[in-house]
């Protein structure tokens, strides 16, 4: 019987991948699923990198170059373990780290949580600052408030999550190039009829240079495709706990700042994601001012005028 599925897109870092996947123990029990995006040479990895080759691991090639939700939704098609855990290929499970998770696999929740060790990929002893909002979700878990954690962890590795969940539910990443895995995560945290957080460390969450996350939302359309995605997770969560999303306010703030007509066209059709557009764009622009606010105003009242929400 497999217990674990480790899913792990992949793409233009082999010799990462190969610390990632050397980290897994190689037993019985553990299915590792790789998934490479079409990268370069991709179809000579597996000779290049013996890792690769051995037994549990399933090396696989997306048929399009579609990023990373749609090689972990291929990933999970393949997933026959009781649990799924998620990999970047540039990360890798800490010494011990499936003792741990071994020792809470019985449990009867749905999600157990680990908290994450953040380093520099290159030196893994030196911390890193990224995700320093996970730091937030635990401390609320620790005072006896797990909503936080249910629907903002958006990262989906450091984490066991329930196959039956996932399949019961039909939940999959988006095939987005950015922020592909909120929403996922979101559902998954609200549906899960019980969760679980563990403080013991099992997994590195690895800061590098020319990743996907480095220079965040300094790409073209990248700030609104982040936005939009946080929007259709908000509309969700909102079906399980009314709350207001400050990730959203912030990027509002700096997209109204960046580029006026972009952050027009998706207040236009933010509604329809249970995004509460007036409140949201009232603190907007109360950060720049009533003369902003005033010089913006005009445009606002077409889009409530042809619009219910």
């Known amino acids: 019987m497999i217990r674990y599925s480790v899913i792990i897109p992949h793409y233009g870092t082999p ?11 190689e037993r019985e029990d553990i299915q590792v699923i790789v998934v490479d995006d079409l990268s370069p040479e991709g179809e000579s990895l597996p000779e290049r990198y013996p890792v690769l080759k051995r037994p549990g691991v399933v090396f696989l090639r997306s048929p399009r170059h579609g990023g990373a939700g749609a090689a972990r939704n291929i990933g999970l098609k393949r997933a026959v373990g009781e649990w799924v855990l998620f990999m970047d290929a540039d990360d890798f499970f800490v010494p011990g780290a499936f003792d741990v998770m071994d020792s809470v696999s019985d449990t009867d929740a749905d999600i157990v949580f680990f908290r994450p060790r953040r380093v520099m990929s290159d030196h893994p002893d030196q911390p890193s600052a990224r995700f320093a909002f996970l730091d937030d979700l635990y401390a609320a878990y620790e005072k006896g408030d797990e909503v936080p954690i249910r629907c903002d962890h958006w990262i989906p590795s450091s984490k066991m999550i329930r196959r039956s969940l996932i399949e ?24 899960a009829r019980k969760i679980q957080v563990d403080p013991r460390e099992v997994y590195c969450l690895c800061e590098r240079a020319n990743s996907l996350t480095d220079g965040y939302c300094r790409k073209p359309g990248e700030r609104v495709c982040r936005l939009e995605a946080l929007s259709r997770a908000h509309g969700l969560v909102n079906q399980f706990y009314r709350r207001e999303h400050i990730h959203i306010l912030t990027l ?20 329809k994601y249970g995004v509460p557009r007036w409140r949201y764009a009232a603190k907007v622009f109360s950060i720049w001012g009533l003369d902003r606010f005033f010089s ?13 929400r």
């Open 296 to 308: 913006a105003f005009p445009a606002l009242l077409p889009i409530f005028a042809r619009t219910k």
């Open 168 to 191: 019961e539910n039909g939940i999959r990443f988006e095939e987005i190039p950015y922020s592909n895995d909120v929403l996922f995560s979101s559902k998954a945290g609200c549906l």
């Open 15 to 25: 010799e990462l991948l190969e610390r990632s996947v050397g980290s897994v123990p």
């Open 252 to 271: 509002m703030n700096d997209l109204f700042r960046e580029d006026r007509k972009a952050f027009f066209r998706y207040f236009a059709q933010a509604g």
